[in-house]
């Protein structure tokens, strides 16, 4: 159970969506089977990341919500900051933004108190990306969120959540009229990668860069 959970995450990060609900549900099937209540709250939270990622807002909210109830009732946090940072997503999505700016301010709050920082980044990313679904359209604070993102990751060395912070900060600038901008911040990091091609945010990066190169 410990090996299918972190294994559907990883495959998460990396845009695998239809593996990762093929981890999930064996997850789910293996922890019902051994009667383990804390592996069934996480394939709730697992279920509810994949349905914020899947566009599936209403379902995300839900679930999400229930499996951040069920894992604090086993006394465990892990994961929460970045369960936290798709339910503001889906809220946003929803224009739910009372909720969302609720919500994305408890996963930076979760970081801080809990020191599970490996996910910090993306919880900045979100954090901008809901600045830019925002009715007022905050695209300050968005560039804010996306550059302290890129410094998180950075300072972190994690290569895959710099690549995804410059993919927002480099959409930003190129709705912005600024093409040449976006295109020398992302293929500085694009060019790093010797592997993964085939993975959701190399394939995206590639198209942003043939886009911005055109």
């Known amino acids: 159970m410990f090996a299918l959970f972190w294994t559907s995450l990883a495959q998460i990060c990396c845009g695998n969506f239809a593996t990762a609900t093929t981890e999930h549900d064996e997850l789910i099937a293996l922890a019902d089977e051994k009667g383990s209540f804390f592996w069934r709250a996480y394939c709730t939270s697992i279920q509810g990341c994949l349905f914020a990622l899947t566009d599936k807002a209403s379902n995300a909210i839900q679930t999400i919500n229930a499996g951040i109830a069920a894992c604090r009732s086993t006394g465990a946090s892990v994961l929460t900051p970045l369960s936290l940072s798709y339910l503001s997503k889906a809220y946003a999505e929803l224009g739910q933004f009372d909720d969302a700016w609720r919500c994305i301010a408890d996963a930076k709050s979760k970081v801080e108190t809990t020191g599970e920082r490996w996910c910090e980044a993306e919880v900045c990313r979100v954090n901008g990306e809901i600045a830019l679904m925002w009715l007022k359209q905050d695209v300050p604070q968005a560039k804010t969120h996306f550059q302290r ?18 993919m927002s900060l480099a959409r930003l600038w190129r709705d912005q009229g600024k093409p040449q901008q976006a295109r020398e ?30």
């Open 149 to 166: 993102a890129l410094a998180i990751a950075r300072q972190q060395q994690a290569k895959s959540w710099e690549l995804r912070a410059a």
């Open 185 to 214: 911040l992302l293929a500085p990091i694009y060019g790093w990668f010797t592997e993964g091609f085939d993975t959701r945010d190399l394939k995206e990066a590639k198209a942003l860069l043939e886009e911005l190169a055109a």
